[in-house]
């Protein structure tokens, strides 16, 4: 999930009103590395990160395009071969569906790719109402994709209809929200979904806030977190916890809130500011650990190597 600018931050807020295959690896957290080498490649910026039940780690790379590939209980990770990548210099989101599939954005473009590499879908998305697609994130549910878009206020969509994606289409303009908000300070970023895929909440950097979608009536509403500036990057929902990385406007780190049943308001539990962080972007969770993306995209092409760091989740009190 891309990173505001510290120009672009002060100018929104200024504007602001006040399931996959495989099993679980039986793995020890005091077993496994504490931090992941991506890459050692120049210029990689590491930026999107998921990891499937049976611990594999996928990790996108915002200076190449390339996606990266490894396993929580090897330190280092390698190339993805994921053809038909070549033309996309950057991939932001990178998510699993539950047969296993990758998907990724990046551009215009949404690609799945079989765990082999091999190409299977690529959907190019429309332009918006301020121009041509930066798709940021993604997020899958039983039957549609729903991905961010940086560079417009639109929230894209394609329907899985058993092993085939259909179109990628526009299918919200969150603007109607917040409507005197400038439109090209949106700056969609991390996109999550309930258990039933009938709820979103959708970051935006712009409005400091998070947005709660319903699916089937595309209601939009402000994720009610009290006084607490939360302009999230990356997020991760785990029935009413959600976990989220923020960059800018707060202390960087990630940071966990408890939300009420309807997913319309919550607290804000923990800040996790003082872990040895590198400009995070977004998070993976497996077991009781968080697994936070190290993207130096603050000082690019930044210096190898490209880091995952590995924390505890101060929420689980199970083994991994």
Known sequence: MRRITARTACLAATLLLPALAGAPVPAVARDLPDRYVVSREAG?????????????????????????????????LAPFPARGLEDRPSTLGVHTDRRGRVLSVGGATLTVHDRHGRLLARRTAENGPLGAPHLNDLVVTDDVVYV?????????????????????EPWLDIRSAFPQFPAQYW???????????????VASNGTEAVWRIGTADREVGRLDLG??????????????????????????????????????????????TDEPLDLPTTLAKHGCRLYVVDSQLDEPPGRPPYTVTAIPDPTCDDSP
């Open 44 to 76: 990689v910026l590491p930026e999107g990160i998921t990891v499937t039940p049976d611990g594999t780690l996928y990790v996108s790379s915002d200076g190449l395009g390339t996606l990266y590939r490894g396993r929580i209980d090897a330190p280092d």
């Open 148 to 168: 961010t878009d940086w560079a417009n206020p639109v929230i894209h969509r394609a329907e899985i209809r058993g092993s085939t994606l259909g179109p990628l």
């Open 187 to 201: 700056l969609l970023n991390g996109i999550v979904a309930d258990e039933t895929g009938s709820t979103l909440l």
């Open 227 to 272: 006084d607490q500036s939360f302009g999230a990057d990356g997020m991760v929902l785990r029935g009413r916890t959600l976990y989220a990385v923020l960059n800018y406007g707060a202390p960087h780190g990630v940071y966990i809130a408890r939300l009420d049943r309807d997913l319309r308001a919550g607290t804000v539990t923990h800040r996790l």
